[in-house]
């Protein structure tokens, strides 16, 4: 039971490239969320997700967008990188909503 | 508006000395307090969590201790070691909500 994996580990983008964020759980946990933490700004929630095909914004979604096709994947798509968004990334499931989440080990995004 | 206000930023204790962190919460709708420990490098975790229907709950050396009236909650660490050195987290959700709402942190560090 691998719990919730995160990947890459880390990653360096230019401002204004793309990328995706991965995250998925073996948990078959029905929500799904994905935080970035700051320094002094503790988790901020960017988007999250109830279920497969169900997705909502969070308290700062400018700039990312989520899908989620299947129970266990969720990934975090920036769509054009800026330096504002350079932080560390954590992927976090749980089974009950808005309850005891699980979190994945993080990535961190360094955008120049 | 920042709904959860944890204090202090950073703590330094010494070893087998009682650490308390505090957190505020504006939200009377809450019904879920939980505490999460992060490690450098790591993903949080959970630690303890309690709810308004008790005014105490205690694992180990954690102690939550839970004022509904002044809308207030703090962690109690007993007989603090140099590894309960981490950055901890209070949080708080309403019934029915995906959304976590997170303190900024405090970092604690336990002097051996």
């Known amino acids: 039971n691998a719990g919730v994996t995160q990947t890459p580990k880390f990653q360096v983008l230019k401002t204004g490239q793309s990328m995706t964020l991965q995250c998925a759980q073996d948990m078959n946990h029905e929500y799904m969320s994905w935080y970035r933490q700051d320094p002094g700004m503790g988790l901020r929630l960017i988007h999250y997700s109830v279920g497969a095909g169900i997705t909502d914004q969070g308290e700062v979604p400018n700039g990312y967008n989520v899908s989620r096709s299947t129970t266990e994947d969720f990934p975090l798509r920036l769509l054009s990188a800026a330096p504002s968004q350079t932080s560390v990334y954590f992927c976090a499931s749980s089974w009950v909503r808005g309850e005891t989440q699980y979190f994945g080990p993080g990535t961190r995004l360094l955008v120049l | 508006q920042q709904q959860v206000k944890q204090s202090p930023q950073s703590l330094i204790v010494q070893k087998g000395g009682i650490s308390i962190i505090n957190c505020a919460y504006e939200?009377?709708?809450?019904?879920?307090f939980p505490w999460y420990q992060q490690f450098p490098g790591k993903g949080p975790a959970l630690l303890i969590a309690?709810?308004?229907?008790?005014s105490e709950k205690k694992e180990g050396r954690f102690t939550i201790s839970f004022n509904k009236s002044a809308k207030q909650f703090s962690l109690h660490i007993m007989d603090s070691q140099p590894g309960d050195s981490a950055t901890y987290f209070c949080a708080a959700s309403k019934g029915g909500s995906e959304k976590l709402v997170f303190g900024k942190g405090t970092k604690l560090t336990v002097n051996p």
């Open positions: 309690i709810r308004p229907d008790v």
């Open positions: 939200n009377t709708a809450f019904d879920y």
